[in-house]
């Protein structure tokens, strides 16, 4: 079965979908792996890096995860959400954490993962602000697309204690959410700790063997 791993992680971020090897803002192809990924407003260069990873050692989500992901499933295929996803802090407080328009086009990449790929399996996760732009986002996808993501990984969820703890209008047994317990983010404030910064052990392990988990069910 092909799979496609949609990621997206943030603090408040954006990407104009790059992938592992081009920055083709249409290109999803049935890779066994596709990967979408919001990178977070301190660590601007997570795809950049991510591309490099035999001399990258970083310590945020983005590159954590998805070196476990390439590990896990070698033929994978890096999308980035970007265009009005612009990495701004500003958005953090809007009332849905995030923009409109960022929420938009992870929806749009979503669809267009089902337009062109509509037997492969999607999984997608989240960081901080990205939380919420793949959170949302899945919650108004229409029903036939929704369905074909099978999984999502949220770290420090920054609508944690709003939403109780879930994604709505989506199904509680493909979400898995890392929240810590002095992340006072996941706790309904914007107040930053260092705590949130800590989800390297959880991007390196249990996040991708959940998400794994979900493409081989």
């Known amino acids: 079965m ?3 791993f949609i990621l997206s992680l943030l603090l408040t971020s954006a990407t104009a979908l790059p992938t592992a090897s081009s920055n083709d803002k249409g ?3 049935a890779h066994d792996v596709n990967l979408l990924e919001a990178r977070d407003l301190l660590n601007r260069n997570d795809l950049e890096n991510v591309q490099n990873l035999a001399t990258f050692k970083g310590i945020t989500v983005g590159p954590i995860l998805v070196e476990a992901m390439q590990l896990a499933i070698p033929d994978i295929w890096i999308q980035g959400v970007g265009g ?3 990495a701004d802090l500003a958005p953090n407080f809007l009332p849905e954490g995030t923009t409109d328009a960022s929420i938009d086009e992870a929806k749009r990449l979503f669809q267009m993962a089902y337009d062109k790929c509509p037997d492969t399996a999607v999984v997608t996760a989240g960081y901080s602000q990205g939380t919420v732009v793949v959170g949302y986002a ?3 996808l229409d029903g036939a697309v929704q369905n074909q993501v099978v999984g999502a990984a949220l770290f420090g969820y ?3 204690e709003q939403l109780g703890g879930r994604i709505p209008n989506y199904p509680t047994d493909r979400t898995k959410i890392f929240c810590l317990p ?3 983010v996941c706790d309904g404030t914007l107040f930053i ?3 949130h910064f800590l989800y390297g052990a959880d991007a390196a392990v249990p ?3 959940f998400l794994v988990g979900q493409i081989n069910e």
Do not use: M
């Open 2 to 4: 092909h799979t496609s």
């Open 27 to 29: 290109a999803v192809a």
């Open 84 to 86: 009005p996803y612009t």
């Open 138 to 140: 899945l919650s108004e």
């Open 158 to 160: 920054t609508k944690n």
């Open 182 to 184: 002095t992340d006072l």
């Open 193 to 195: 700790l260092p705590a």
């Open 207 to 209: 996040g991708p063997e």
